[in-house]
């Protein structure tokens, strides 16, 4: 699934841009090119360009973890229609591990499984040790419930 060139090099200006302001400790810049990043993921989709690396990058730079499976839940239709294995298996990684972070384990869990099962499809063999690995992590994610104590 091509990314459309002029769209993959606004993202990638706006997100160098969100980085560089981050690492200079410019909180306000920071959140304003946040902002900007999404009117142009919206304004994108609006157009009839929507693209699953449009929700992607910008749940990667959510802060939330909420925020962020809400928007890498928006790109999985995207993904499917365009039946794109890398794309999904990334997202559903990204989702596993938003999932975790609020420890909720099930779920993690569950979205790895699919990242797996997606990137079985793919040719990518860092992004599957990623998912082996994170799955072997939370392998023991089955005896604890989603509040973390033990069952």
Not at 84 to 112: C, G, K, P, V, W
Not at 113 to 124: G, K, P, R, V, Y
């Amino acid at each position: 699934m091509k990314i459309p060139p002029h769209i993959h090099e606004r993202v990638v200006e706006l997100t160098n841009a969100i980085i560089n302001a981050d690492q200079a400790g410019d909180e306000e810049s920071s959140q304003s090119l946040y902002q900007q990043l999404h009117d142009y993921c919206d304004a994108m989709a609006r157009d009839g360009h929507d693209h699953p690396f449009l929700w992607e990058t910008l749940a990667d730079f959510t802060d939330d973890d909420r925020d962020a499976i809400g928007l890498y839940r928006r790109a999985l239709p995207l993904v499917t229609a365009a039946d794109a294995a890398d794309y999904a298996a990334s997202i559903y990684l990204a989702l596993a591990e938003r999932h975790s972070n609020l420890e909720e384990f099930d779920q993690a869990r569950s979205y790895a499984l699919q990242a797996e099962a997606s990137a079985q499809a793919t040719d990518d063999l860092p992004l599957r040790a990623i998912i082996s690995q994170f799955l072997q992590d939370h392998a023991n994610s089955n005896d604890r419930s989603e509040d973390g104590a033990d069952r």
